[in-house]
Protein backbone atom coordinates (compact mmCIF):
# COMPACT_ATOMS: atom_id res chain seq x y z
CA UNK A 1 0.00 0.00 0.00
CA UNK A 2 0.68 3.59 -0.53
CA UNK A 3 1.28 5.15 3.09
CA UNK A 4 -0.52 8.13 3.87
CA UNK A 5 1.27 11.05 4.14
CA UNK A 6 1.12 14.52 5.91
CA UNK A 7 2.96 17.84 5.43
CA UNK A 8 4.94 19.08 8.48
CA UNK A 9 6.39 21.74 9.84
CA UNK A 10 9.06 21.94 11.99
CA UNK A 11 9.78 25.11 14.45
CA UNK A 12 13.04 25.84 16.85
CA UNK A 13 15.44 28.48 17.93
CA UNK A 14 18.38 29.31 15.73
CA UNK A 15 20.89 28.39 18.55
CA UNK A 16 19.27 24.60 18.16
CA UNK A 17 19.03 24.07 14.72
CA UNK A 18 22.32 21.77 15.02
CA UNK A 19 20.26 19.35 17.55
CA UNK A 20 17.27 19.83 16.17
CA UNK A 21 18.37 18.51 13.07
CA UNK A 22 20.45 15.49 15.09
CA UNK A 23 17.29 14.64 16.14
CA UNK A 24 15.31 14.40 13.06
CA UNK A 25 17.88 12.58 11.82
CA UNK A 26 17.82 10.03 14.71
CA UNK A 27 14.07 9.38 14.11
CA UNK A 28 14.33 9.06 10.57
CA UNK A 29 10.49 10.49 9.50
CA UNK A 30 10.80 13.24 7.89
CA UNK A 31 11.13 13.45 4.25
CA UNK A 32 12.54 17.10 3.96
CA UNK A 33 11.03 19.19 0.93
CA UNK A 34 13.07 21.86 1.07
CA UNK A 35 15.74 22.76 -0.88
CA UNK A 36 19.08 23.63 0.50
CA UNK A 37 20.95 27.02 -0.30
CA UNK A 38 24.72 26.51 -1.55
CA UNK A 39 26.46 27.45 1.18
CA UNK A 40 30.43 26.97 2.14
CA UNK A 41 29.63 24.56 4.44
CA UNK A 42 27.59 22.38 1.74
CA UNK A 43 30.08 22.82 -1.12
CA UNK A 44 32.87 21.71 1.53
CA UNK A 45 30.59 18.52 2.91
CA UNK A 46 30.12 17.88 -1.34
CA UNK A 47 33.82 18.31 -1.90
CA UNK A 48 34.42 16.10 0.66
CA UNK A 49 32.42 13.38 -0.46
CA UNK A 50 33.06 13.42 -4.32
CA UNK A 51 36.99 13.32 -3.04
CA UNK A 52 35.81 9.96 -1.09
CA UNK A 53 34.11 8.60 -4.24
CA UNK A 54 36.78 9.16 -6.33
CA UNK A 55 38.92 7.54 -3.82
CA UNK A 56 36.71 4.00 -3.90
CA UNK A 57 36.05 4.64 -7.86
CA UNK A 58 39.73 4.71 -7.84
CA UNK A 59 40.91 1.36 -5.82
CA UNK A 60 38.00 -0.46 -7.84
CA UNK A 61 39.52 0.21 -11.19
CA UNK A 62 42.92 -0.49 -10.02
CA UNK A 63 41.81 -3.59 -8.73
CA UNK A 64 40.52 -4.65 -11.78
CA UNK A 65 43.78 -3.95 -13.96
CA UNK A 66 46.85 -4.80 -11.44
CA UNK A 67 47.31 -7.38 -9.51
CA UNK A 68 49.09 -6.00 -6.38
CA UNK A 69 51.80 -7.80 -4.00
CA UNK A 70 50.67 -9.62 -0.85
CA UNK A 71 50.04 -7.54 1.73
CA UNK A 72 52.72 -7.03 4.55
CA UNK A 73 51.54 -9.13 7.78
CA UNK A 74 48.66 -10.20 5.45
CA UNK A 75 46.58 -6.67 6.63
CA UNK A 76 44.98 -3.93 4.15
CA UNK A 77 46.93 -0.55 4.38
CA UNK A 78 44.90 1.71 6.51
CA UNK A 79 44.50 4.49 4.07
CA UNK A 80 41.78 7.01 3.93
CA UNK A 81 40.54 9.03 0.92
CA UNK A 82 42.76 11.79 0.94
CA UNK A 83 45.63 9.08 1.06
CA UNK A 84 44.24 7.58 -2.13
CA UNK A 85 43.64 10.73 -3.96
CA UNK A 86 47.26 11.86 -3.02
CA UNK A 87 48.91 8.44 -4.44
CA UNK A 88 47.01 8.40 -7.42
CA UNK A 89 48.64 12.32 -8.49
CA UNK A 90 51.78 11.45 -7.33
CA UNK A 91 50.90 8.00 -10.11
CA UNK A 92 49.94 10.66 -12.23
CA UNK A 93 53.21 12.34 -12.17
CA UNK A 94 55.03 9.24 -12.30
CA UNK A 95 52.97 8.29 -15.45
CA UNK A 96 54.15 11.86 -17.32
CA UNK A 97 57.83 11.05 -16.44
CA UNK A 98 57.80 7.72 -17.52
CA UNK A 99 56.20 8.75 -21.00
CA UNK A 100 59.18 11.56 -20.88
CA UNK A 101 62.05 9.00 -20.52
CA UNK A 102 60.80 7.20 -22.49
CA UNK A 103 60.97 9.75 -25.72
CA UNK A 104 64.29 10.91 -24.43
CA UNK A 105 65.53 7.24 -24.51
CA UNK A 106 64.27 6.52 -28.04
CA UNK A 107 65.99 9.99 -29.27
CA UNK A 108 69.27 8.57 -27.52
CA UNK A 109 69.54 4.81 -28.08
CA UNK A 110 70.68 5.30 -31.83
CA UNK A 111 73.88 7.08 -30.30
CA UNK A 112 74.52 4.63 -27.82
CA UNK A 113 76.02 5.45 -24.72
CA UNK A 114 78.22 8.71 -23.82
CA UNK A 115 78.67 11.47 -21.74
CA UNK A 116 77.46 14.86 -22.80
CA UNK A 117 79.66 16.62 -20.33
CA UNK A 118 82.89 14.97 -22.57
CA UNK A 119 81.00 15.93 -25.28
CA UNK A 120 80.74 19.71 -23.83
CA UNK A 121 84.17 19.71 -22.87
CA UNK A 122 85.52 19.29 -26.25
CA UNK A 123 83.51 21.64 -27.56
CA UNK A 124 85.37 23.96 -24.86
CA UNK A 125 88.37 22.70 -26.59
CA UNK A 126 87.80 24.01 -30.04
CA UNK A 127 86.79 20.45 -31.48
CA UNK A 128 82.75 20.70 -31.77
CA UNK A 129 80.46 17.54 -31.21
CA UNK A 130 77.53 17.30 -33.10
CA UNK A 131 75.08 14.60 -33.26
CA UNK A 132 73.30 14.49 -36.47
CA UNK A 133 70.76 12.01 -38.09
CA UNK A 134 71.19 11.37 -42.37
CA UNK A 135 69.55 9.26 -44.87
CA UNK A 136 70.93 5.46 -44.88
CA UNK A 137 71.87 5.60 -48.32
CA UNK A 138 74.09 9.08 -48.42
CA UNK A 139 75.19 9.43 -45.16
CA UNK A 140 77.97 12.32 -44.75
CA UNK A 141 81.87 10.97 -45.12
CA UNK A 142 84.72 12.89 -43.58
CA UNK A 143 86.26 16.06 -44.59
CA UNK A 144 89.48 18.18 -44.15
CA UNK A 145 89.32 19.15 -40.52
CA UNK A 146 86.21 17.06 -39.96
CA UNK A 147 85.77 13.23 -38.61
CA UNK A 148 82.18 11.32 -39.25
CA UNK A 149 81.82 8.56 -37.09
CA UNK A 150 78.36 6.31 -38.07
CA UNK A 151 76.88 4.86 -34.59
CA UNK A 152 74.16 3.05 -35.82
CA UNK A 153 71.58 2.47 -38.70
CA UNK A 154 67.97 2.33 -38.20
CA UNK A 155 65.43 1.25 -41.60
CA UNK A 156 66.24 4.10 -43.42
CA UNK A 157 68.56 6.54 -41.32
CA UNK A 158 71.41 6.36 -39.98
CA UNK A 159 72.68 7.99 -37.18
CA UNK A 160 76.45 9.11 -36.17
CA UNK A 161 78.46 11.97 -34.70
CA UNK A 162 80.90 15.10 -36.07
CA UNK A 163 83.86 16.28 -34.94
CA UNK A 164 84.47 19.66 -36.32
CA UNK A 165 83.78 22.77 -36.87
CA UNK A 166 82.51 22.25 -40.63
CA UNK A 167 78.21 22.89 -41.38
CA UNK A 168 76.73 19.46 -41.88
CA UNK A 169 76.48 18.35 -45.79
CA UNK A 170 72.62 19.46 -47.18
CA UNK A 171 70.12 17.02 -46.22
CA UNK A 172 71.61 15.98 -42.85
CA UNK A 173 69.56 16.97 -39.39
CA UNK A 174 71.57 17.92 -36.47
CA UNK A 175 70.47 16.54 -33.23
CA UNK A 176 71.52 18.28 -30.31
CA UNK A 177 72.95 16.59 -27.45
CA UNK A 178 71.01 15.37 -24.50
CA UNK A 179 71.70 16.55 -20.97
CA UNK A 180 72.35 13.32 -19.69
CA UNK A 181 73.73 9.95 -20.54
CA UNK A 182 71.59 6.69 -22.08
CA UNK A 183 72.94 4.77 -18.85
CA UNK A 184 71.50 7.85 -16.71
CA UNK A 185 68.52 7.89 -18.54
CA UNK A 186 67.32 4.06 -18.29
CA UNK A 187 68.68 4.33 -14.52
CA UNK A 188 65.95 6.98 -14.13
CA UNK A 189 62.99 4.77 -15.81
CA UNK A 190 63.99 1.84 -13.60
CA UNK A 191 63.83 4.05 -10.47
CA UNK A 192 60.52 5.82 -12.19
CA UNK A 193 58.70 2.27 -12.94
CA UNK A 194 59.67 1.07 -9.34
CA UNK A 195 58.32 4.03 -7.86
CA UNK A 196 55.21 3.46 -9.99
CA UNK A 197 54.50 -0.26 -9.10
CA UNK A 198 55.18 0.78 -5.36
CA UNK A 199 52.42 3.21 -5.78
CA UNK A 200 50.18 0.84 -7.20
CA UNK A 201 50.68 -1.80 -4.87
CA UNK A 202 49.89 0.61 -1.89
CA UNK A 203 46.66 2.09 -3.66
CA UNK A 204 45.66 -1.74 -4.04
CA UNK A 205 46.47 -2.73 -1.01
CA UNK A 206 44.07 -0.14 0.67
CA UNK A 207 40.96 -1.27 3.12
CA UNK A 208 38.53 -1.04 0.53
CA UNK A 209 35.56 -1.78 3.02
CA UNK A 210 37.25 1.32 5.55
CA UNK A 211 36.98 3.48 2.24
CA UNK A 212 33.19 2.72 1.78
CA UNK A 213 32.62 3.58 5.78
CA UNK A 214 34.42 6.88 5.58
CA UNK A 215 32.27 7.79 2.34
CA UNK A 216 29.24 6.35 3.80
CA UNK A 217 29.54 9.04 6.91
CA UNK A 218 30.64 11.70 4.69
CA UNK A 219 27.73 11.22 2.37
CA UNK A 220 25.38 11.09 5.91
CA UNK A 221 27.44 14.29 7.02
CA UNK A 222 26.74 15.89 3.41
CA UNK A 223 22.85 15.23 3.76
CA UNK A 224 23.36 16.46 7.64
CA UNK A 225 24.45 19.78 6.37
CA UNK A 226 22.12 19.76 3.17
CA UNK A 227 19.05 19.45 5.73
CA UNK A 228 20.28 21.93 8.08
CA UNK A 229 21.06 24.45 5.60
CA UNK A 230 17.64 23.75 4.14
CA UNK A 231 16.43 25.33 6.83
CA UNK A 232 14.51 28.80 6.52
CA UNK A 233 15.12 31.79 9.49
CA UNK A 234 13.86 34.51 10.75
CA UNK A 235 15.13 36.29 13.30
CA UNK A 236 16.03 33.41 16.47
CA UNK A 237 13.74 31.41 14.61
CA UNK A 238 14.31 28.74 11.93
CA UNK A 239 11.94 26.15 10.40
CA UNK A 240 12.27 23.32 8.10
CA UNK A 241 9.34 21.74 6.13
CA UNK A 242 9.13 18.30 4.71
CA UNK A 243 6.57 15.17 4.62
CA UNK A 244 6.34 12.66 7.28
CA UNK A 245 4.24 9.28 7.55
CA UNK A 246 1.20 9.63 9.48
CA UNK A 247 1.71 6.65 11.12
CA UNK A 248 4.76 8.34 12.55
CA UNK A 249 3.20 10.96 13.01
CA UNK A 250 2.74 10.72 16.69
CA UNK A 251 6.80 9.62 17.24
CA UNK A 252 7.40 13.24 15.75
CA UNK A 253 4.86 15.07 17.55
CA UNK A 254 6.49 13.38 20.96
CA UNK A 255 10.13 14.36 19.99
CA UNK A 256 8.94 18.16 19.47
CA UNK A 257 7.19 18.33 22.89
CA UNK A 258 10.06 16.90 24.68
CA UNK A 259 12.98 19.37 22.70
CA UNK A 260 10.05 22.50 22.63
CA UNK A 261 9.94 22.89 19.06
CA UNK A 262 6.83 24.40 17.45
CA UNK A 263 5.01 21.93 14.92
CA UNK A 264 2.16 21.88 12.34
CA UNK A 265 0.87 18.87 10.69
CA UNK A 266 -1.80 18.59 7.75
CA UNK A 267 -2.57 16.69 4.65
CA UNK A 268 -1.00 17.52 1.36
CA UNK A 269 -2.63 19.57 -0.96
CA UNK A 270 -3.18 19.27 -4.74
CA UNK A 271 -0.67 19.84 -6.64
CA UNK A 272 2.73 19.62 -3.75
CA UNK A 273 5.25 16.99 -4.68
CA UNK A 274 4.42 14.22 -2.14
CA UNK A 275 6.81 11.62 -2.09
CA UNK A 276 5.98 7.86 -2.61
CA UNK A 277 6.65 5.21 0.10
CA UNK A 278 5.37 1.84 -0.17
CA UNK A 279 4.55 -0.42 2.45
CA UNK A 280 3.56 -4.01 0.90
CA UNK A 281 2.16 -6.87 2.88
CA UNK A 282 5.26 -8.72 4.37
CA UNK A 283 4.62 -11.80 1.81
CA UNK A 284 4.95 -8.96 -1.28
CA UNK A 285 7.40 -6.97 0.10
CA UNK A 286 10.12 -8.50 -2.50
CA UNK A 287 8.16 -6.47 -5.02
CA UNK A 288 10.35 -3.55 -3.46
CA UNK A 289 13.50 -4.78 -4.99
CA UNK A 290 11.76 -5.16 -8.21
CA UNK A 291 10.95 -1.72 -8.02
CA UNK A 292 14.10 0.02 -7.51
CA UNK A 293 15.89 -2.49 -10.04
CA UNK A 294 13.20 -1.17 -12.69
CA UNK A 295 13.64 2.34 -11.06
CA UNK A 296 9.59 2.47 -10.33
CA UNK A 297 7.76 4.02 -8.38
CA UNK A 298 3.63 5.30 -8.21
CA UNK A 299 3.01 8.65 -7.39
CA UNK A 300 1.54 9.80 -4.24
CA UNK A 301 -1.88 9.75 -5.96
CA UNK A 302 -1.81 6.97 -8.11
CA UNK A 303 -2.90 3.31 -7.30
CA UNK A 304 -0.35 0.45 -5.88
CA UNK A 305 -0.37 -2.04 -7.79
CA UNK A 306 2.47 -4.01 -6.50
CA UNK A 307 0.79 -7.17 -4.68
CA UNK A 308 -0.44 -7.53 -8.65
CA UNK A 309 2.42 -6.79 -10.46
CA UNK A 310 4.48 -8.94 -8.02
CA UNK A 311 2.14 -11.79 -8.16
CA UNK A 312 2.35 -12.09 -12.75
CA UNK A 313 5.87 -10.89 -12.63
CA UNK A 314 6.82 -14.01 -10.23
CA UNK A 315 4.52 -16.23 -12.86
CA UNK A 316 5.70 -14.96 -15.78
CA UNK A 317 9.11 -15.66 -14.45
CA UNK A 318 8.98 -18.87 -13.61
CA UNK A 319 7.12 -19.73 -17.15
CA UNK A 320 9.86 -18.51 -19.30
CA UNK A 321 12.47 -20.46 -17.76
CA UNK A 322 10.06 -23.29 -16.62
CA UNK A 323 12.54 -25.58 -15.56
CA UNK A 324 11.63 -27.36 -11.88
CA UNK A 325 15.87 -28.58 -12.18
CA UNK A 326 17.14 -24.84 -13.31
CA UNK A 327 14.95 -23.79 -10.25
CA UNK A 328 16.63 -26.35 -8.02
CA UNK A 329 20.05 -25.12 -9.09
CA UNK A 330 19.10 -21.52 -8.43
CA UNK A 331 17.77 -22.18 -5.20
CA UNK A 332 21.11 -23.80 -4.00
CA UNK A 333 23.64 -20.93 -5.61
CA UNK A 334 21.25 -18.59 -3.56
CA UNK A 335 21.38 -20.58 -0.45
CA UNK A 336 25.20 -20.62 -0.85
CA UNK A 337 25.43 -16.63 -2.21
CA UNK A 338 23.71 -15.69 1.27
CA UNK A 339 25.63 -17.78 3.62
CA UNK A 340 28.62 -16.07 1.62
CA UNK A 341 27.02 -12.71 1.74
CA UNK A 342 25.45 -12.84 5.40
CA UNK A 343 25.51 -9.08 5.79
CA UNK A 344 24.16 -7.87 2.26
CA UNK A 345 20.78 -7.03 1.57
CA UNK A 346 18.19 -9.44 2.32
CA UNK A 347 15.96 -8.55 -0.54
CA UNK A 348 17.86 -9.23 -3.72
CA UNK A 349 18.31 -13.00 -2.17
CA UNK A 350 14.67 -13.01 -1.04
CA UNK A 351 13.16 -12.06 -3.94
CA UNK A 352 15.86 -14.56 -5.84
CA UNK A 353 14.23 -17.40 -3.63
CA UNK A 354 10.95 -16.30 -4.47
CA UNK A 355 11.67 -17.22 -8.16
CA UNK A 356 13.84 -20.05 -8.04
CA UNK A 357 10.64 -21.65 -5.65
CA UNK A 358 7.76 -20.61 -8.47
CA UNK A 359 10.49 -22.10 -11.21
CA UNK A 360 10.41 -25.50 -9.30
CA UNK A 361 6.47 -25.01 -8.97
CA UNK A 362 5.83 -24.46 -12.57
CA UNK A 363 8.34 -26.93 -13.96
CA UNK A 364 7.04 -29.86 -11.37
CA UNK A 365 3.11 -28.60 -12.90
CA UNK A 366 4.80 -29.19 -16.32
CA UNK A 367 7.06 -32.09 -15.85
CA UNK A 368 10.16 -30.10 -17.05
CA UNK A 369 13.46 -31.37 -15.44
CA UNK A 370 16.52 -29.79 -17.40
CA UNK A 371 14.81 -29.23 -20.89
CA UNK A 372 14.02 -33.82 -20.71
CA UNK A 373 11.54 -34.42 -23.17
CA UNK A 374 8.16 -35.92 -21.11
CA UNK A 375 7.80 -39.13 -22.85
CA UNK A 376 11.80 -39.82 -21.69
CA UNK A 377 10.54 -38.87 -17.96
CA UNK A 378 10.10 -41.90 -15.16
CA UNK A 379 6.01 -42.33 -14.97
CA UNK A 380 6.25 -40.97 -11.53
CA UNK A 381 7.10 -37.56 -12.74
CA UNK A 382 4.30 -37.31 -15.43
CA UNK A 383 0.86 -36.36 -14.52
CA UNK A 384 -2.46 -35.16 -15.89
CA UNK A 385 -1.23 -31.24 -15.42
CA UNK A 386 2.06 -31.52 -17.42
CA UNK A 387 0.24 -33.68 -19.68
CA UNK A 388 -2.35 -31.28 -20.42
CA UNK A 389 0.10 -28.21 -20.31
CA UNK A 390 2.03 -30.34 -23.13
CA UNK A 391 -0.43 -29.13 -25.34
CA UNK A 392 0.28 -26.08 -27.43
CA UNK A 393 -3.20 -24.86 -27.51
CA UNK A 394 -3.72 -25.05 -23.69
CA UNK A 395 -0.92 -22.41 -23.47
CA UNK A 396 -2.09 -20.10 -25.60
CA UNK A 397 -5.50 -20.27 -23.94
CA UNK A 398 -3.77 -20.37 -20.41
CA UNK A 399 -1.50 -17.09 -21.40
CA UNK A 400 -4.80 -15.03 -23.23
CA UNK A 401 -6.46 -15.67 -19.80
CA UNK A 402 -3.53 -14.35 -17.91
CA UNK A 403 -3.30 -11.57 -20.31
CA UNK A 404 -6.92 -10.57 -19.60
CA UNK A 405 -6.61 -11.11 -15.86
Known sequence: MIVPMRHVTVLCTLAAREAAVERLRALGVMHIAQAPADTPRLQEARARLQ?????????DAMLRTHRPS???????????????LARSHELADCELSRAQTLRELERLEPFGDFDPAQAAALAEAGVPCVLFR????????????????????????????????????????SVPLPARSLATAQAALREIQA????????????????????????????TFAAVAESMATQGPVCWITGFCPADTLAALQAAARAAGWGWQARPPRDGEAVPTLLRPPRL???VLAIFDLLGITPAYTET??????????????????????????LLAAVAAARRRFRRAPAAPFTLLTVFA???????????TYFGIP???LPVGLTHGVSRWLAVQSNIMRLCFTLGAV
Open 51 to 59: EADQAVNLL
Open 70 to 84: APKHGQALPLKSADI
Open 134 to 173: APRACPPAARDGVMVRILSRRANDCFGVQFGAADLPAGVE
Open 195 to 222: RRQRLTDEICQADRAALVTERDGLADAH
Open 284 to 286: FRP
Open 304 to 329: DISVVFYGFFVLFFAMLVGDAGYGAV
Open 357 to 367: CAMIAWGFLSA
Open 374 to 376: LRL
